[in-house]
């Protein structure tokens, strides 16, 4: 059977609703972490927006909207309020491992209105069972949909796909599937406590499906059979929370063509800011080379003033140097700066005859046996100011402390 019409939707997933923030290594501020939770918790809100103006029919959503049982339900009644906003268009929801569909979770009606909430809204398809369930598409017979909920965090060593659910004789047949494709290549890899309903491409092109929506995984990624054709694709979370999801963040729009073209895959952006994770070698540069070869970095990288950046300062440094202090101007620059300094002292000078390396030499021992990070600063200011003045180079003491 092919299609006569062409299926346009959006898909976007792992949005982690109410999350935390309080790792991911950027060493948010209280301020910053404040207002990038309140961005984590408007993702379906963009989610939606986009879709409404990127002409889909449909939203797609194959789990982790939130991340844990214990959100507040005001994060949820936010969520199923920009649900409602996108009707009579259709959501379709497949619970995920983070937001699984339990008894007395947020899936559940009777605990909306234990709570007082608003009901799921009539447009939102949520797949509620462990098994397999085939629902029609409102308005178009020529099109179903095929989802399952996880109904635990626990990980699942099953194969969804080995058998796939049938694929329903419609003419386009979309399937929301929650679990780790084998091949995924994001940091956040398909190992240990991650992995969980593995499948591999093959199974995903060998279920017949004209489109199989992923989630669980967190970086964009499409899946192509053997003829290289789009079958189907995690879109990634929409937010970056932390190092983990660097980088740019993704909806993704799809269009199935009638008569049964391989499917068109956009990118749209997801949000205004991208998490950075740089790193610079920084070896023998004073002040002002140093702080252009990092906005030289910055620049190459694309970074924006919205961003969220952390640069990692690597290479020698003279003894005592703080190159994290220099750029402090350039935190102005951007949203959110975190430096972190792994310059390493410049190896000591090897001649034992002179006495800049006897003083060297002495210097690094006290270092050593340093009792603790403020004895070990004194050593090394001590180390760097002693041996300037040996060589005869200016000495410049660095301002005080501001801790
Ligand atoms: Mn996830």
């Not at 797609?60 to 409602?84: C, K, M, Q, S, Y």
């Not at 199989?212 to 053997?226: F, K, P």
């Not at 290289?228 to 995690?234: S, W």
């Not at 205004?272 to 002002?288: K, N, P």
């Amino acid at each position: 059977m092919t299609s006569g019409r062409p299926l346009t939707f959006l898909q976007s997933s792992d949005w982690h609703l109410g999350s935390a923030l309080t790792g991911g290594g950027l060493s948010f501020t209280p301020e910053v972490r404040a207002a990038r939770r309140d961005e984590v918790d408007a993702a379906a809100e963009r989610a939606v927006a986009a879709a409404a103006s990127c002409g889909a029919e449909a939203l797609l959503v194959p789990g982790d909207l939130w991340d844990a049982e214990n959100v507040p339900p005001a994060t949820i009644h936010r969520l199923l309020e920009a649900f409602a906003s996108f009707a009579p268009r259709p959501v379709f929801v497949a619970p995920g491992n983070h937001d699984f569909a339990g008894p007395g979770g947020y899936y559940d009606p009777t605990l909306l209105s234990a709570l007082g909430m608003r009901p799921w809204p009539e447009n939102v398809v949520v797949f509620r069972g462990p098994e397999w369930a085939a629902v029609p598409f409102p308005g178009r017979d020529d099109v179903a949909v095929v989802g399952r909920a996880f109904l635990s965090s626990a990980a699942v060593v099953e194969r969804p796909l080995a058998p796939p659910p049938p694929r329903p004789s419609t003419p386009h047949a979309l399937l929301l599937l929650h679990g780790s494709l084998e091949s995924y290549a994001g940091p956040d890899s398909p190992r240990g406590t991650k992995r969980t309903a593995p499948f591999s491409a093959n199974e995903v092109a060998g279920a017949g499906f004209s489109w199989v929506a992923l989630g669980h995984h967190h970086h964009d990624q499409v899946v192509s059979d053997e003829e290289g054709r789009p079958c189907g694709a995690y879109a990634g979370c929409p937010t970056g929370r932390g190092l983990d999801e660097a980088g740019p963040r993704f909806f993704l729009r799809v269009t199935l063509p009638a008569g049964g073209s391989p499917p068109v895959v956009e990118k749209i952006p997801a949000d205004t800011r991208v998490v950075r994770d740089l790193a610079v070698d920084v070896s023998e540069l004073d002040a002002g080379p140093l702080a252009e070869k990092v906005e030289a970095t910055f620049r190459d990288a694309g970074v924006e003033a919205p961003d969220l950046v952390r640069v990692t300062l690597t290479g020698t440094q003279a003894f005592g140097a703080r190159p994290a202090d220099i750029l402090r101007p350039l935190a102005l620059r951007v949203r959110h700066l975190a430096v972190r300094d792994q310059t390493e002292p410049p190896a000591p000078d090897p001649e034992p005859r002179s006495a800049e390396g006897r003083f060297t030499t002495d210097l690094l021992a006290v270092r050593a046996g340093a009792a603790d990070d403020a004895q070990r600063r004194v050593a090394d200011l001590a180390l760097r100011l002693g041996r300037d003045a040996l060589l005869g180079r200016p000495i410049r003491p660095p301002e005080a402390e501001d801790r």
